[in-house]
């Protein structure tokens, strides 16, 4: 959990990341809700929110709990009890419904909808029923993977450095005498 091991049973709130390792795996109880996260995955939980990086998760809810895969959300169609998988292995995200319906959604993307993906801005996957999207066509060109570990950006981190950086140059040129000029010889300070 945030990159570090977890106790056999351990609070997790909204923001925080889960990674499970491989034989591993991660059960949350939620109010309504039970979410199983499969070995080898990556997810952050939100408020009735899991944002799957990649991985595989099962999900039980009579609360309309979702699931995000990049610009896709799952979503149950009715408030009553639901179960569903999503797994997102390689870029392709299937979807299973066992126990009522559920609706894949298309949000706010960086790519134009086309009359391919168009017919996947909302999608309903039946009972019984199982569903893939690609999300390279659907999303367009896939975000960098979140790590364990670190919940930060790389590009936070240059600007941290940056800043940093000109915090240095600013102590090291704005200390000593008081922003005057230094002596003119060292024999006399």
């Not at 950006?153 to 008081?178: D, M, T």
Request: include cysteine; aromatic fraction near 4%; proline fraction near 6%.
């Amino acid at each position: 959990m945030n990159g570090y091991e977890a106790t056999d049973s351990s609070a997790v709130f909204p923001g925080d990341l889960l990674e499970t390792k491989p034989g591993s795996a991660a059960n949350l109880s939620l109010d309504g809700s039970t979410v199983l996260i499969q070995p080898e995955s990556v997810a952050k939980l939100q408020t009735n929110l899991l944002e799957l990086d990649h991985g595989s998760v099962s999900v039980g809810t009579s609360k309309s709990f979702k699931v995000r895969v990049n610009c896709l959300t799952v979503v149950p169609v009715l408030n009553e009890w639901t179960q569903y998988e999503v797994n997102n292995l390689n870029g392709n995200v299937q979807v299973a419904a066992r126990k009522d319906d559920v609706n894949v959604e298309r949000g706010a993307d960086r790519q134009k909808p086309s009359a391919e993906t168009e017919s996947s801005h909302g999608s309903t996957v039946h009972e019984t029923e199982q569903k893939s999207f690609d999300l390279s066509s659907i999303c367009g060109a896939p975000a960098q993977p979140t790590r364990a570990g670190t919940s930060l950006n790389p590009k936070w981190i240059a600007v941290g450095a940056a800043g940093a950086g000109g915090i240095l140059l600013c102590v090291l040129l704005c200390s000593g005498n008081g922003g005057k000029k230094p002596p003119a010889s060292s024999w006399r300070p």
